[in-house]
Nanobody
Framework: QVQLVESGGGLVQAGGSLRLSCAASGRTFRVSTMGWFRQAPGKERDFVAAIKDSSTYYADSVKGRFTISRVDANYTVYLQMNSLKPEDKAVYYC????????????????????WGQGTQVAVSS
């Protein structure tokens, strides 16, 4: 069983930055692909970024602005979000994928085994 707890959400002005954290439990963390998704009101949950070892993959909408990283010793995954836009407003979810999943494959929600409870990000214009 894996538990994921996100933190770091909040309200920021457009152009600002936030860093989300995801604290994970479970013995398979170090070999799991980890990712972030987001869901805006009335919309589907969309892929944002994923990481396995040092390999990363990003949605086009965040490429160059967001950076995903992980510290395996701390069982933590981060999402550094810079140059935030109003359209980045959403609930952000941490996700743990199947062990053999590549970061690119994490964009498919069917590859997700566990979800966090989400953290709200709001961006004012």
């Amino acid at each position: 069983q894996v538990q994921l707890v996100e933190s770091g959400g909040g309200l920021v002005q457009a152009g600002g930055s936030l860093r989300l954290s995801c604290a994970a439990s479970g013995r398979t963390f170090r070999v799991s692909t980890m990712g972030w998704f987001r869901q805006a009101p009335g919309k589907e949950r969309d892929f944002v970024a994923a990481i396995k070892d040092s390999s990363t993959y990003y949605a086009d909408s965040v490429k160059g602005r967001f950076t995903i990283s992980r510290v395996d010793a701390n069982y933590t995954v981060y999402l550094q979000m810079n140059s935030l836009k109003p359209e980045d407003k959403a609930v952000y979810y941490c996700a743990s994928g199947r062990i053999w999943t590549s970061p690119r494959a994490m964009a498919d929600k069917r590859q997700i085994d566990y979800w966090g409870q989400g953290t709200q990000v709001a961006v004012s214009s």
